[in-house]
């Protein structure tokens, strides 16, 4: 494992979290969260897609978008729109500055709420979203670089 691991999105690496604000407009619709990004895109029907989007705390998006019918194919596209809200999260130059200082750093969300999909939780889990963010840090870098030219 490299020496530098960021395995907590906390404290100062707050801003890696799904829960820190970074409002971003789509399609016209502003999101406060990414985590109200995503979750929003989870619902099925319009009417809970807003009242996500509304929700007053990405904790209250995260269990509204727990609570509808979700889009039949969300296992399909579930990796796809987190990276979408992420690049929309990350177009924010004070971000997009955050996201590339951690150069190397391994990203893991690191929790103890049991997401294994998404982080690690007791050293177990498929890391999706540290996957993601290292995707996004990597393409960011690259386009950085490529203007420097």
Same mark, same amino acid.
């Given at each position: 494992?490299?020496? +530098?691991?960021?395995?907590?999105?906390?404290?100062?690496?707050?801003? *890696?979290?799904?829960?820190?604000?970074?409002?971003?407009?789509?399609?016209?619709?502003? $999101?406060?969260?990414?985590?109200?990004?995503?979750?929003?895109?989870?619902?099925?029907?319009?009417?809970?897609?807003?009242?996500?989007?509304?929700?007053?705390?990405?904790?209250?998006?995260?269990?509204?978008?727990?609570?509808?019918?979700?889009?039949?194919?969300?296992? $399909?596209?579930?990796?796809?729109?987190? $990276?979408?809200?992420?690049? &929309?999260?990350?177009?924010?130059? +004070?971000?997009?500055? #955050? *996201?590339?200082?951690? #150069?190397?750093?391994?990203?893991?969300?690191? +929790?103890?709420?049991?997401?294994? $999909?998404?982080?690690?939780?007791?050293?177990?889990? #498929? +890391? #999706? &979203?540290?996957?993601? *963010?290292?995707? &996004?840090?990597?393409?960011?870098?690259?386009?950085?670089?490529?203007?420097?030219?």
């Amino acid at each position: 494992m490299p020496n +530098n691991v960021i395995d907590l999105f906390r404290g100062k690496y707050f801003f *890696l979290s799904n829960f820190a604000t970074a409002p971003c407009m789509f399609m016209g619709k502003l $999101y406060v969260t990414n985590e109200h990004f995503f979750q929003s895109a989870r619902a099925k029907a319009l009417k809970d897609s807003e009242e996500i989007r509304k929700a007053s705390t990405p904790a209250k998006a995260k269990r509204l978008g727990r609570s509808v019918v979700i889009r039949p194919d969300w296992e $399909y596209i579930k990796l796809d729109v987190m $990276y979408l809200g992420l690049r &929309l999260k990350f177009s924010h130059t +004070n971000l997009k500055k #955050q *996201l590339l200082s951690t #150069q190397e750093a391994l990203l893991i969300e690191g +929790n103890k709420w049991g997401d294994t $999909y998404w982080g690690v939780c007791c050293g177990e889990g #498929q +890391n #999706q &979203l540290g996957l993601l *963010l290292m995707r &996004l840090r990597e393409e960011l870098s690259t386009n950085a670089n490529h203007n420097k030219i």
